[in-house]
């Protein structure tokens, strides 16, 4: 018995798709003035499978001023590959379309916790420059107003 369980886990780990710690970014829907600040480098985790797809990342913490808030999503996949797949977490939804290389999500949040002193402080430490100060802040005010984005994930 205890070698049937052994052999289906190595059947089922084979069959998983796994990537951890991919290049990926999130991206704060804003106009083109605050576009130059709007992009964030995030690692987002993926495990994809026949049928279903599950990601995990964490927010960039200039946007809620809170480190390490991860966002869950999963759901199932089509067999079509041009189909768009909704995914769903306990802090928001998504909808995601994919090329052979790239899956981009448009991602609706809530629930989140933020702490715009710690905003503050994180954006004024990363630049000195008044003007990139304003705008850094201005794109995490957007963010903490409608907590939308794109996240974009390289397999």
Do not use: W
């Not at 991860?70 to 797949?85: K, N, Q």
């Not at 909808?95 to 290389?101: A, F, I, W």
């Not at 905003?119 to 304003?134: C, D, G, P, T, Y």
């Amino acid at each position: 018995m205890r070698y049937k369980i052994s052999a289906l886990l190595v059947a089922s780990v084979l069959s998983t798709q796994l990537a951890f710690a991919d290049n990926g970014s999130y991206t704060v829907p804003v106009n083109a003035e605050l576009q130059p600040f709007a992009t964030f480098a995030v690692s987002v985790d993926s495990v994809k499978t026949p049928g279903h797809l599950a990601l995990q990342y964490a927010l960039p913490e200039e946007l809620t001023g809170v480190s390490g808030q991860t966002i869950s999503l999963e759901g199932d996949t089509s067999s079509d590959p041009t189909a768009p797949v909704v995914l769903t977490g306990p802090k928001g939804s998504a909808s995601c379309s994919s090329s052979t290389v790239t899956l981009t999500c448009s991602v609706k949040m809530h629930d989140l916790a933020s702490n715009p002193s710690a905003i503050a402080s994180l954006i004024q430490n990363e630049s000195s420059n008044s003007s990139e100060v304003a705008s850094r802040t201005a794109v995490a005010n957007i963010f903490l107003k409608e907590p939308v984005g794109i996240v974009t994930y390289n397999y």
